[in-house]
């Protein structure tokens, strides 16, 4: 497992998530 996995399974996690509390 790389930095960039991470950082994709972030992106595609979190990121969404914490855009959805957000609104």
């Not at 497992?1 to 991470?6: A, I, K, V």
């Amino acid at each position: 497992m790389t930095n960039s996995f991470f950082k994709n399974a972030i992106n595609e996690t979190v990121v969404p998530f914490i855009r959805k509390v957000a609104e």
